[in-house]
């Protein structure tokens, strides 16, 4: 068995280097939230309304919810929104309004918070806008449905780090919509339900997903986990058939195993790398805390996930200088 603080180590690498990765202004600002009211001072949404470019908003030092009630939190500038944990902060859409949406030719990282209880057409949680930039890291997108992109909906980059998306709804891609850039990292997609295909996720462009678990995701047509269109790449991460749709299901796009996958169906016929099983029970626990930042399905004793991942695994191209190696194949290090 593998020791966990391996795993905890490269996380940390992980996120160090993403936060690393966004040039701040030498003179950028740290902007402290101290309250949870919708607007008004201390808020966050004048947090956003007064920040410049590479400012920091800071809402590690409050907790509770964050409950919108006069709209969207627009993010109009270059901006990292850190919060005290997504155990611990919420922003609570309040079932009428989409939380966040990333103005084009931005570039945002939203950490540590759980975004939730949110509503849209494009984007229930998140709306990230074409030609933006964001990073999502140890956070929760829970809760939120959309006509397209329950949790998120991405027409630009998006990066989702050491993160938990469960319990969205949309028509198409109740996890996440992708019409453009989009990669998964060591991240949990659980719970989620599309109305038409797509419960993981629905792509249009190029989706990369590594070191993850699409656990008990549904859709009432063709795709319960991934339905492709465009470009679909997948390592090192387990694939569990929910109450209806196939894990993948490609129409006219090109889907691409990077090895030691596992998956609950035949993986659509796609999961031929080495390393991949295919029709075979995962053997997950329930969504939980298991002491990670999120929650996650932790692997049961005796799981086939149990150190069967790559030690060789070659990881997406933002995290090159990164070993994925001592892991098992999912977004949960058995320990």
Do not use: W
Not at 166 to 171: F, L, V, Y
Not at 242 to 268: C, F, H, P, Q, R
């Amino acid at each position: 068995m593998k020791p966990r603080i391996t795993f905890c180590i490269r996380l940390a690498a992980i996120c160090v280097a993403l936060l690393s990765a966004i040039g701040k202004p030498a003179h950028a600002a740290i902007i402290p939230v101290t309250n949870t009211n919708d607007s008004g001072p201390g808020s966050l949404r004048q947090a956003l309304a007064i920040a410049n470019n590479g400012d920091t908003i800071d809402a590690t030092g409050i907790s509770g919810a964050i409950t919108l009630t006069s709209g969207v939190l627009l993010v109009d500038k270059s901006v990292t929104i850190n919060g005290p944990g997504a155990d611990m902060l919420a922003v609570d859409g309040n079932a009428t309004n989409r939380v966040f949406q990333i103005a084009s030719g931005e570039t945002v990282t939203i950490s540590d918070l759980t975004i939730r209880n949110a509503q849209g057409g494009f984007g229930g949680g998140i709306l990230n806008g074409g030609g933006a930039t964001l990073i999502i890291i140890n956070s929760t997108l829970s809760g939120n449905t959309a006509g397209f992109g329950g949790g998120t909906y991405n027409a630009g980059t998006l990066t989702i780090v050491n993160s938990t998306v469960s319990g969205n709804t949309a028509s198409e891609g109740a996890g996440t919509y992708n019409a453009n850039t989009l990669t998964i990292t060591n991240s949990t997609f659980s719970g989620n339900a599309a109305a038409e295909t797509g419960g993981a996720s629905f792509n249009l462009g190029t989706l990369q997903i590594a070191d993850s678990t699409l656990s008990d995701n549904s859709s009432a047509f063709l795709a319960g986990g991934v339905f492709n269109l465009g470009t679909l790449q997948v390592g090192n991460t387990i694939l569990n058939t929910g109450d209806s749709g196939v894990n993948i299901y490609s129409n006219g796009g090109t889907v691409t195993s990077l090895g030691y996958n596992l998956s609950s169906d035949d993986g659509g016929g796609y999961l031929t790398g080495p390393g991949d099983q295919i029709n075979t029970d995962p053997m997950l626990g329930p969504l939980q805390g298991n002491g990670g930042a999120t929650f996650t399905h932790a692997l049961l004793p005796g799981s086939p996930a149990i150190d069967t991942g790559d030690p060789n695994f070659t990881p997406p191209p933002f995290f090159d200088s990164y070993s994925y190696s001592n892991c098992d194949a999912n977004s949960y290090c058995h320990c």
